[in-house]
């Protein structure tokens, strides 16, 4: 019986299962023994897994992945992946290796600036406010110095706090929009900290400003947060080589590059087709960002915010032909982080670092765009030639034979049909049908 709970989170990791099981499923031990089949059977592990969040019953697995031969500014790497698509890692792969036969990929860090504001509400004059900001600009710096302390000493800190007007969208909003270098850190707490104390001198300070009505010294914070817009923590990513080096099966290298860039210019005119376009970037994207325990929930949004900055949702990637040579390159804004947070907590964060040869945040944001890059090169080469169910269909196999119920032995039969057969969820049927009826 579906039921309410009180004192939930209060119960211990047994009570929960039991409640759970009993309540919403169907089959109670066998959902128990499913949770537990899962456990990690490394208590200390299980116990570092269990505490990172709340009401942790059990582990949920993805699979953990490598894609070699990916040459960045002249340095191999093995990208390690987290994904569960089955055609991601394979086409990572295949386009690391198609450009590390065409010189590689380069990659240049364009911006490292994090981003965090105080919304605020004030209501008088606009002068004033200025004034008042001018003066408490230094003792907003002085009242974040125990914070900043450290980060300085590694040459990061906060880069500038800007005030700003926003009055025409809400009467009497205003921002400090505060600006941050965070180095190897993804920075969210220490920009959160700076902020909430910002927030508090502010308007402490506001308070005994002797200038201020009485009201005007009444400024009304609504919220102190980070932005996950990070125009500025910018990444590019770029491939080219000579068009006569493009062939594919049947069409010529001029074609196929003239295909690419046509297939993102459609990208840039449509927002059906950019979603989809840039979703493929993202399948590269996402499975750096979570290997290397970063919140991917924050790339996605800052990255689809980027791809809207121009007003309407477009790619992001671009491609060019200019004097024979195709150029195909993408630029995301990516705050993410080497050091903190579950890096060195989640035992295979540590290894996926450990594979990329300990990055610092600006060589992850260059492995990460490259990853993307190859994804969506990856996408629009089968695209725009054999289409991309041959692939995909082929790399799903597995999973409809699992879903089929198939033998180890009729699995390895029908991969080797499939090499020449057509894959559908129909054709892989009837394959199987007809071994089986053997
Ligand atoms: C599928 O996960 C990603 C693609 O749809 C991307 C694209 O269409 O460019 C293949």
Redesign the pocket.
């Known amino acids: 019986m579906n039921t309410p709970v009180e004192g939930f989170s209060k119960l211990s990791k047994a009570e929960k299962i039991d409640w759970i099981v009993t309540h919403y499923t169907q089959d109670s031990v066998a959902s128990k023994k499913l949770l537990e089949r899962y456990w990690n059977e490394d208590p200390k592990i299980q116990q570092v897994h269990d505490e990172f969040i709340e009401n942790t019953l059990s582990n949920y697995y993805l699979p953990f992945a490598v894609a070699p031969n990916f040459l960045i500014n002249g340095k191999f790497h093995v990208i390690p992946m987290v994904i569960e698509?089955s055609?991601?890692v394979a086409a990572a792969s295949k386009a690391a290796k198609f450009w590390l036969d065409r010189g590689g990929f380069s990659s240049e860090i364009l911006g490292a600036e994090k981003v965090g504001q105080v919304h605020f509400m004030y209501h008088g004059s606009e002068i004033k406010l200025q004034q008042f900001f001018a003066e408490v600009h230094p003792k907003l710096l002085k009242s974040v110095a125990s914070i900043t302390k450290n980060m300085e000493k590694r040459g990061g800190g906060i880069n500038g706090i800007e005030l700003r007007n926003l009055n025409d969208k809400i009467a009497g909003y205003h921002q400090l929009h505060c600006t941050f270098e965070t180095l190897d850190a993804m920075g969210a707490n220490f920009i959160n900290s700076c902020l909430e104390q910002f927030a508090k001198t502010l308007t402490s300070e506001a308070k005994i400003y002797q200038d201020f009505t009485s009201d005007e010294s009444q400024i009304e914070v609504v919220m102190s947060i980070l932005s996950n817009y990070v125009p500025d923590c910018l990444v590019k990513a770029e491939v080219s080589c000579p068009v006569s080096e493009l062939g594919e099966a049947g069409i010529s290298g001029q074609e196929f590059a003239q295909k690419i860039v046509r297939a993102i210019e459609i990208a840039k005119a449509e927002p059906h087709r950019a979603v989809?376009?840039n979703?493929?970037v993202m399948?590269g994207v996402d499975a750096v960002v979570l290997a290397t325990g970063n919140d991917f929930r924050a790339i996605e949004a800052g990255v689809h915010a980027y791809a809207a900055k121009g007003g309407h949702y477009s790619s992001l990637t671009h491609a060019k032909i200019e004097d024979g040579i195709f150029t195909f390159w993408i630029e995301l804004p990516l705050a993410i982080g080497t050091v903190g947070g579950l890096t060195s907590l989640h035992p295979m964060v540590k290894l996926t670092l450990e594979i990329l040869g300990h990055p610092s945040a600006k060589e992850l944001m260059q492995i990460v765009a490259v990853a993307g890059l190859a994804q969506?090169f990856a996408?629009?080469r089968?695209?725009v030639t054999t289409g991309?169910q041959k692939g995909?269909m082929k790399m799903h196999l597995m999973n409809m034979l699992n879903q089929m119920g198939a033998t180890e032995n009729e699995k390895q039969q029908l991969v080797a049909y499939f090499k020449d057969h057509t894959v559908t969820n129909a054709s892989v049927k009837e394959a199987l049908e007809k071994i089986q009826s053997q």
């Open positions: 698509e055609s991601v989809t376009h979703k493929g399948n969506n996408a629009l089968s695209l991309i995909h």
